[in-house]
């Protein structure tokens, strides 16, 4: 059974920083890539960042612009987590953050609240 369990979200001021974790266990995303999504209500659930590829020194790594110099998604291969390093965050990025393996069609976490306001 593949399971995704977030964790790391809550409420910080405007400027602030929040670090999100994901585990996984059931199945191992390196060349499918994962990534976090955000979703607002009423609105879609889009990409925030993604990791993929399989070896240690030859991965990619993309950001929707919007947090480009903000936040850094990493893994830990060893331990099979992701996690999602959010600093200087702004109003803005209040969403409830997923984390996926697989792309949209693939596997998702339950969903964790990051409020950002003052």
């Known amino acids: 059974q593949v399971q995704l369990e977030e964790s790391g979200g809550g409420w910080v001021q405007p400027g602030g920083s929040l670090r999100l974790s994901c585990a996984v266990s059931g199945r191992r995303f390196d060349v499918t890539g994962m990534g976090w999504y955000r979703q607002t209500p009423g609105s879609a659930r889009d990409v925030v960042a993604r990791?993929?590829?399989?070896?240690?020194?030859?991965?990619?790594?993309s950001y929707t612009d919007s947090v480009k110099g903000r936040f850094t998604i990493s893994r830990d291969r060893a331990k099979n987590e992701l996690y999602l390093q959010m600093d200087n965050l702004k109003p803005e990025d209040t969403a409830v953050y997923y984390c996926?393996?697989?792309?949209?069609?693939?596997?998702w976490g339950q969903g964790t609240q990051v409020t950002v306001s003052s």
């Open positions: 996926n393996g697989g792309g949209p069609k693939g596997f």
């Open positions: 990791i993929f590829g399989s070896d240690e020194t030859n991965y990619k790594i």
